[in-house]
Each structure stands twice: as structure tokens, then as C-alpha cells.
């Protein structure tokens, strides 16, 4: 064990709920790697329940916007980690290069990222993101089996690839069959661009308001059927996985059962945009809400909206609309808010995770691939459900592939400078390995 002088300060920004794994296993090694863990949240108190009386562990109060106060700590550090929403990691990073000190994320490698790439490299620090979940442990285990296959002498021709944070089927007890896990802003904002894939050669094209109306029911390996929507931009992993000439490029989300239809209504009434701030008077109720979004007259709300709409919707998608209180008296506090933060606030108090339930996060790769003159299809699944309403699967998949990498990362593994991605096997490999002696392992079955 290290003493005092010799310890390694990691200061972690951001001790939310998808950091809890992430923390716990930081101070469980801190004795041994030599570590002191610096929490900085905005909230210190939960910063100061995450750590639990560990003394290897401190708990500091932090606006992120505060440059005096981030800097301070970002200097004091030997490795910075930030957890913070994804927008917010610029102003990390750029106090990271001009006190020379590595950063990892779970979050996508942004453009803005990019553009400091050289100056990353000349300083030879390292920059890893795309650590967690998805993206995370999606390229990790995609990549595993990609390089296996070619190896082998395999051609990969297709590669569908989904992902969803649910609820755990003991502790799904609404309509929706879901429960938020992480960011419920980027719930209600998931989406809102034009969706691109291929499938057999040919590239698809679909805008925000087809998306969820044209989901697929997937079926998952031992698991039952969810329904998913198509993600933003599958096109770009061509490169990224280094499959030239594959043919079929499809990365999407798992919601529940008739989850896609409900939303699918949500988005033609218009209860998604985030461009305009209402008109409303102070706590109004949902009902006066959402009335002014309807045609006609009356109280068959149903009829309402598929006149307003142009199209039937099932009695079952009623039903989960009712569900969430928009017909109800229920009332808003929100002041001037947009259709997306009113939508944030139902869900949010509607789709919470009570004290004992469990999440789900389920993965499915599915691969075909040519070998000699014989098509393989290869699927390998991951299905982790959540011990309680904190110690959650989504935070578990989230924060230990980035703990990992830490660790190893301290000890000098990982030293080529720059902005990198859990792509290349000298990274994945031992991160994939510990989680499997943790037991968060991917289950593969082949079909010839």
C-alpha cells in the first residue's frame, strides 16, 4: 500500500446515478492502487452518501461552470474522470490539456474533442471516451468477435446491433413497460434527427416523425420480443469497426412492448419539441395542457387525438397515454417551459424506479458472416438486470468498464497519446475479462 505522499489523486466530476458502480469500485482499489478519491458534484451531499464513510474518499462541492474552483481541482489531480451530461465535458477536457492531465468519459467522442486532438497528442496525454455502456461495452464486445471471425478467414456481412436500459419484468408494473435508469432528458429528446442504416446494400433514410411508427419487434436469445427504433447514425460504425463491404449496418434501441406506438402519438401531437416556450398559466393542469393541443371538442379523448393526428391509435396505446396523467388536474410547476421539459416532468415522476425495483439492460449483437461457402450467424447477448433502485444495471454497465480502464490506465497501460476509442483488442481484452470474473458476461449461440 502507498503512503500519503506517493498516492494518486483521481477526481471524478459528477457523482450521479450512473456513477455509483463507477465510485464503489474506485475506493474498493484505492487501498491497493495507492488512490484518494476526489468526488466533485454540484450536490455534495450526494457526492458525501456515495462514499460512505471510506476514508479514501472526499466529497467537494463543485458548479462545473465555477473555472476557478473546476481548475483548482483538475491541477490537483493526477487523473480526471467526468461523468457530468455529455455537453460539459469541453470544459474538462480543455482544463485537462492546459494542466496536462488524462481524462476518460462514458460518453461519445465529440467533434469539439477532435479538434484538440493534436494538441492532446503533443502533450502526450490520453484522452479515452466511449468507455460505458453504449457506447462502451457495445464496441467492446462487437470487436472481440469481429477480430475472432477474422482470424478465422471470416467475411462479415451483416451486423445488427441493439440496446436497451429497461425495467426488470418483476418490477414492471405500467403500460409503458419502462422505467428511467439514466438521462430522462435524452428520453424525451432520443431521436430528433434523421435516422441512417443500410440493410442488403442499400442505405435508409428515416426522419424523426416516421421513427418509432416503422419499430421492429426484436426478438431477444432466451429472452422474449422489445421493440426498437432505428438509432441516429449506424453508417458511421462501417469505418469505425473496420467493415468495408459489409452489407447490412443497423444499431438501434430497445424500448418495452408498444412502447415505440405510444411515442410515436406523442411526437405527431407535438409533446416532444424543445424549440418553444408556452404560454401557460402558473401550476396549470395537464388537462388544460394538452387540450389546447387536440381538434375538436369533447371529453372522447381517444377520437380527439386521432382526429388531430390523421390516424387510428389502439385502444392499448390510449390506454398508456392516459396513463400518464395528461388528461388528469394534475398540475405543473414549470415556468415557461417547452413541450419536452413538460414531457421530462410527467415522465420523470411517472416512470421512476420505487424503492427495491430492479432495471434491465438487455443487449443482442446478431452477425452474419461468411466462412469457406458457409453463412454463420452468430448472436451474443447481454442480459444484466439491477439489484435495487440505486445499485442499478445501468449504472453498473456504465461505470465499471470506465473504472477498469482507470486502473489499468494508472498502473501505464494504454499510453498511446490522443483521443482513443475501446476499439483495439489491447484495450477491450482485459476490460472484458475482469467484468467477466465479475460475472457480466456476454452469452454467444451460433446458427449455420
Known amino acids: ?11 471524478l466530476f459528477g457523482a450521479g446515478r450512473s456513477a455509483t458502480f463507477l465510485i464503489e469500485y474506485l475506493l474498493k482499489h484505492a487501498p491497493s492502487e495507492g488512490w484518494q478519491i476526489i468526488l466533485a458534484d454540484s450536490n455534495p451531499e450526494v457526492a458525501f452518501s ?31 474522470i467526468s461523468m457530468l451530461p455529455a455537453f460539459l465535458h469541453i470544459l474538462v477536457a480543455k ?10 468519459t462514458a460518453s461519445y467522442l465529440s467533434d469539439e474533442l477532435k479538434e484538440m486532438e493534436d494538441e492532446i497528442k503533443a502533450k ?14 457495445d464496441h467492446m464486445s462487437a470487436m472481440k468477435i469481429f477480430d475472432e471471425i477474422k482470424r478465422k478467414g471470416g467475411q462479415i456481412t451483416s451486423f445488427k446491433s441493439f440496446t436497451g436500459g429497461l425495467v426488470a419484468p418483476e418490477s414492471d408494473d405500467n403500460p409503458w413497460h419502462y422505467k428511467i435508469s439514466w438521462n430522462p432528458r435524452n428520453v424525451v429528446l432520443a431521436g430528433q434527427c434523421t435516422s441512417q442504416y443500410m440493410e442488403s446494400g442499400n442505405v435508409h433514410y428515416v426522419p424523426y ?19 426498437m427504433y432505428v438509432n441516429r447514425d449506424s453508417i458511421k460504425y462501417i469505418d469505425l469497426y473496420g467493415l468495408e463491404g459489409i452489407q447490412t449496418m443497423i444499431r438501434g434501441t430497445f424500448r418495452g412492448e408498444n412502447y415505440c406506438d405510444a411515442w410515436a402519438v406523442l411526437i405527431d401531437l407535438g409533446l416532444t419539441d424543445n424549440s418553444t416556450r408556452m404560454s401557460l398559466n402558473k401550476n396549470f393542469t395537464l388537462r388544460e395542457y394538452i387540450i389546447g393541443f387536440l381538434s375538436g371538442s369533447g371529453n372522447n379523448y381517444k377520437h380527439r387525438i386521432e382526429s388531430t393526428i390523421g390516424r387510428k391509435i389502439s385502444d392499448r396505446t390510449f390506454e398508456q397515454i392516459q396513463w400518464l396523467g395528461l388528461f388528469s388536474n394534475d398540475t405543473c410547476p414549470l415556468q415557461h ?33 461468411l466462412l469457406g461457402d458457409q453463412t454463420h450467424t452468430l448472436y451474443s447477448t447481454l442480459y444484466r438486470t439491477g439489484t435495487d ?60
Open 95 to 104: 482544463d485537462c490539456l492546459m494542466y496536462n492531465r488524462d481524462l476518460a
Open 1 to 11: 500500500m502507498s503512503d500519503s505522499k506517493s498516492k494518486k489523486t483521481i477526481t
Open 209 to 227: 416523425h416516421r421513427l418509432f411508427r416503422i419499430s421492429e419487434d426484436i426478438k431477444v436469445i432466451g429472452h422474449g420480443t422489445y421493440s
Open 337 to 369: 417551459p417547452t413541450p419536452a421539459e413538460i414531457l421530462e416532468y410527467i415522465i420523470v415522476n411517472k416512470w421512476v424506479l420505487k424503492p427495491g425495483d430492479k432495471d434491465l439492460v438487455v443487449m443482442q449483437h446478431e452477425i452474419e458472416y
Open 50 to 80: 456515495k462514499l460512505g464513510g471510506n476514508p479514501n474518499g472526499s466529497a467537494v462541492s463543485c458548479d462545473i461552470n465555477d473555472a476557478v474552483k473546476r481548475r483548482e481541482l483538475i491541477a490537483a489531480s493526477d487523473f480526471v
Open 124 to 137: 502526450g496525454l490520453v484522452f479515452a471516451n466511449e468507455l460505458g455502456l453504449d457506447p462502451g461495452l
Open 389 to 448: 433502485d440505486h445499485h442499478t444495471a445501468m449504472s453498473e454497465l456504465v461505470g465499471l468498464p470506465l473504472a477498469i480502464y482507470t486502473k489499468l490506465r494508472l498502473r501505464g497501460n494504454f499510453g498511446t497519446p490522443g483521443c482513443i476509442l475501446p476499439t483495439t483488442e489491447d484495450l477491450y481484452k482485459p476490460i472484458l475479462e475482469e467484468l467477466e470474473d465479475i460475472g457480466i458476461k456476454f452469452i454467444e449461440s451460433h446458427k449455420i
